[in-house]
């Protein structure tokens, strides 16, 4: 109809609204004329069906509430809408039963490809995935045809963490930790302890709490921190919401925040700059994770090599510590 309109062929229009087409100024505003009076729009089911793609992008992510998984995926839906395609949602809550039946409703939605955000899913069903199409795995190390792995440095990230508190001047260090099940709750740990052993300072278990990664597992923690009668005088927390909700535990008990005792968290998430007093944090940009999974997506997708990678952690230094008064 709109070729009709315009007196071009349907292809000449096809082309003009691929990009593809060189005609003169006088059949361009013809064509685009057509289109406006006819209320077109171009179907991009129907265009990536005819070259074999639906141009959707299948997203496993594991709470899409949480403000560190919200960030990543505004990052993938920034780069993948640049490049045409669509990305589908879906969350796995860390169950391996659910991301499986998540990820087997997006194969049957016939997804271009697959970008999986952490997760329970042992290394091997991942590197099934891989061969069935385009896989990008963010937070661990695999490698196979057709899969590529994205990973942050965790381990630096908890040593230069702290490392602040040491160089504050604090010896009686304790961690809130991740859940043990994650490849990157561990390193930070790790981090922690080589950050201890360089500074000559004894490790002492009983200053390691387990956590959650939420606000209400820092709650708990600190709570727990505290009942124990411990001596410390410092705190790093393994990520941001724990130390938010550490801080919250603290303040409940009248414990100061950083008078009394210093918190570092991890993330730099946005709410870490406006809590009260605003938290030291490492800084992984949590948008650019998100943003160059969906780079390495859309190079597996041209059939390029990935050269996607995040840059190193650093310190954000805000007014939730400070240095000890002997």
Not at 89 to 95: A, P, T
Not at 144 to 152: E, I, Q, T
Not at 240 to 257: S, T
Not at 315 to 324: A, F, M, Q
């Amino acid at each position: 109809m709109v070729a009709l309109a315009a007196g071009v062929s349907p292809s000449t229009v096809s082309r003009i609204l691929n990009g593809t087409a060189t005609v003169s100024p006088a059949r361009q505003d013809a064509v685009d004329a057509a289109i406006k009076r006819l209320g077109f729009r171009p179907n991009p089911v129907a265009r990536g069906l005819a070259g074999g793609r639906t141009l959707s992008v299948g997203v496993l992510t594991q709470t899409i509430s949480s403000p560190f998984y919200g960030e990543a995926l505004h990052g993938i839906e920034d780069q993948l809408e640049k490049a045409g395609y669509i990305p589908i949602f879906v969350s796995g809550h860390w169950h391996e039963a659910e991301e499986r039946k998540a990820i087997e409703a997006l194969l049957s939605r016939r997804v271009d490809g697959l970008i999986v955000l952490a997760g329970r899913l042992p290394n091997q069903a991942l590197q099934a995935y891989a061969k069935q199409l385009p896989t990008v795995v963010v937070g661990r190390k695999l490698s196979a045809a057709r899969l590529f792995s994205l990973g942050f440095d965790n381990e630096a990230g908890g040593l230069i963490a702290t490392q602040h508190l040491v160089e504050c001047g604090h010896d009686r260090i304790a961690f809130i930790a991740g859940d043990r099940a994650h490849e990157d709750a561990l390193a930070r740990e790790a981090g922690y302890r080589k950050a201890l052993q360089q500074a000559g300072i004894a490790f002492d278990p009983t200053l390691v709490i387990a956590g959650d990664y939420t606000e209400a597992g820092g709650l708990l923690a600190v709570n727990r921190l505290l009942e124990s009668r411990l001596p410390f005088t410092a705190i790093f927390a393994a990520n941001d919401q724990m130390a938010i909700g550490a801080a919250l535990g603290l303040y409940r008990r009248n414990v100061r925040v950083p008078d009394d005792v210093s918190l570092v968290g991890f993330d730099d998430l946005a709410p870490a700059k406006f809590a009260i007093p605003p938290l030291t944090t490492v800084r992984q940009s949590v948008y650019e994770m998100g943003s160059q999974a969906a780079l390495a997506m859309l190079d597996l997708l041209r059939g390029a090599t990935p050269s996607a990678s995040l840059p190193p952690p650093t310190l954000v230094p805000r007014e939730s510590t400070r240095r000890v008064l002997r």
